[in-house]
């Protein structure tokens, strides 16, 4: 039954064939005239001689009549088939005007003989101008990166059992070197050979997407620019509802995107209204600095850059707003160093005023009382010279006394020099320095100071030894005023070109408040030496545990 119906079925697809049609129609029109046109010529007239004309009659209407009814049938086919043409002729030239209007360019590509035939659009985006070339010829305009992916694609091309779409994207290369984006797109479909149905040929199209690849490629960046940027992005509609906001913003406020992306600015930016911010929109930029609530309800301040424009006939504004915080304490602090600053200038002055008083007072004392005495001396000594009362034994002894007076002077004249620069620094160097500076402290102050080192001698530029010498000597003054300690470690270690020094003491300890006192004068003053070359003071210290202070220094 099935095999009936099976051919049954290959006579209709056959019939819907113009010329399998038409041939099966004479077919049938003449073997039914055979089978019944003698038969019927015979009963109109059994005789010979009429049957013979009859005959003859009858195969010239055969003739006549198969003539017309054929006539008719091509006529037939011939208007439908000519309706189609014109059909496709006309569907040909409105995809073509499509082609042309979307610079679309459409090629053939036979496989078998693997060449390619070009409409004019195609050679303009191709660069090669024929319409006909072969394969090689396309393969060589191709980018170097892009031929082994091509080539992969159109090795799906072997052995095709059914029809086959492809498309890629590439990059073509001109005599110029200039590199052009395309996208192209082709179907491959099966024709009858010999019978039987085979692959080899297919229709494509062209389209170069440069532009739009550099679009795309710019946009990217842009949003990876925008997503990334060290500062907050929000993109809000006119009703302040945030549209889009990048992870900068979302990390800082503690919202997921699909959280922040369900509030209004607003919600983040509780300073600002509905009302202000349309109010805001007459200026298409605008400035100013206000704060940001985050999820957890913290808040931190902004500054905010906020630029209205229209988009699609719709109000958008893109609002920035830069996290401050640090700026502020920077900015803080600065203003709680000029104040330390201002604190020192002045306190310095005083001290330079009560050691020139100090000294003024030691000078007078010293030297006045010693002028006095040598003068008085002296007097004695030429009075008694010129009124022949002295012998020589007597003269003597004044002399004597005489020198241990200029002796003593020049002894505390040292003191005095040694208090304003210590030779011992610019004679001996910076480790018989401090050894001496440490023995001084230990006999007046009576506390105990053990002074380690790695090293006798060292080239060390004379501003940065007298900067460490000086820091030192105000830590152990530090020391002995406030820290009550009983023992000190001073440790200076030279390593690799560098110098550490590092100071600890038993004492009562310093806590963060003493360190930031605005007259911490003694600490300030260490601060500011050391940031002269660079360097910067280190402070620990906890309460009844001591202090330590450390810094290095590049030689």
Not at 227 to 256: R, T
Not at 380 to 409: F, P, W
Not at 426 to 443: M, R
Request: net charge negative; glycine share 4%; hydrophobic share 35%.
């Amino acid at each position: 039954m099935d095999t009936f119906r099976n051919l049954f079925k290959k006579i209709f697809t056959l019939l819907k064939k113009p010329h399998y049609k038409i041939a099966l129609i004479y077919l049938t029109i003449s073997i039914l005239w055979i089978i019944y046109s003698d038969k019927i010529a015979f009963e109109l007239s059994p005789e010979q001689e009429s049957f013979k004309y009859i005959q003859s009659v009858k195969g010239l209407f055969f003739i006549f009549a198969t003539s017309i009814i054929i006539f008719l049938l091509i006529r037939n086919d011939y208007r439908t088939i000519k309706e189609k043409n014109i059909q496709l002729n006309d569907s040909k030239i409105k995809m073509q005007l499509a082609f042309d209007a979307s610079n679309i360019g459409t090629y053939q590509f036979d496989l078998e003989n693997e060449i390619i035939y070009l409409d004019p659009r195609s050679q303009i985006i191709l660069g090669i101008y024929k319409n006909e070339l072969n394969l090689s010829e396309i393969i060589n305009k191709i980018h170097p990166n892009d031929i082994n992916y091509l080539s992969e694609l159109l090795g799906k091309t072997n052995h095709l059992k059914e029809d086959l779409k492809l498309s890629a994207t590439h990059r073509i290369v001109f005599e110029n070197k200039d590199v052009r984006w395309i996208e192209s797109a082709i179907i491959f479909s099966q024709n009858e050979d010999n019978g039987s149905k085979k692959i080899n040929w297919g229709i494509g199209t062209l389209l170069d997407i440069t532009e739009k690849k550099k679009s795309t490629e710019q946009l990217t960046i842009l949003q990876y620019a925008l997503e990334n940027a060290n500062i907050g992005v929000f993109k809000i509609d006119e009703d302040g509802k945030i549209n889009y906001v990048n992870k900068y913003a979302c990390e800082n406020l503690g919202y997921s995107k699909k959280e922040i992306t369900s509030l209004s600015i607003m919600n983040i930016d509780k300073g600002l209204t509905l009302e202000s911010f349309k109010k805001q929109r007459k200026n298409i930029h605008n400035s100013f600095e206000t704060t940001h609530t985050c999820k957890d309800g913290s808040r931190f301040p902004v500054e905010v850059t906020l630029n209205y424009f229209n988009y699609e006939n719709e109000l958008q504004a893109v609002y920035f707003a830069k996290d401050i915080t640090a700026r502020m304490e920077a900015e803080n602090e600065l203003k709680k160093t000029q104040n330390q600053l201002r604190a020192l200038f002045a306190n310095i002055d005083n001290i330079r005023e009560d050691e020139r008083k100090i000294l003024a007072r030691e000078l007078h004392d010293e030297l006045g009382q010693v002028l006095t005495s040598l003068n008085m001396n002296l007097s004695l000594l030429k009075n008694n010279i010129e009124h022949n009362l002295y012998d020589e034994k007597q003269l003597i002894s004044d002399l004597d006394e005489i020198s241990q007076i200029v002796n003593a002077s020049k002894i505390n004249i040292k003191k005095i020099i040694r208090s304003l620069r210590p030779e011992y620094l610019d004679n001996l160097g910076l480790i018989p320095a401090l050894n001496h500076l440490i023995e001084e402290y230990q006999k007046s102050k009576n506390i105990n100071i053990n002074f380690i080192h790695n090293f006798d001698e060292a080239n060390i530029d004379s501003q940065k030894e007298n900067i460490v010498y000086r820091v030192i000597q105000e830590s152990l003054t530090n020391i002995t005023k406030h820290a009550h300690a009983t023992n000190v470690e001073v440790n200076l270690f030279l390593d690799e070109g560098k110098l550490k020094v590092i100071i600890n003491d038993d004492g009562i300890g310093i806590n963060l408040k003493d360190i930031n006192k605005e007259n911490s004068f003694g600490l300030i003053g260490m601060k500011e030496r050391l940031s002269q070359i660079g360097s910067e003071l280190e402070i620990n210290g906890n309460q009844n545990s001591g202090t330590n202070l450390n810094f290095v220094i590049t030689l």
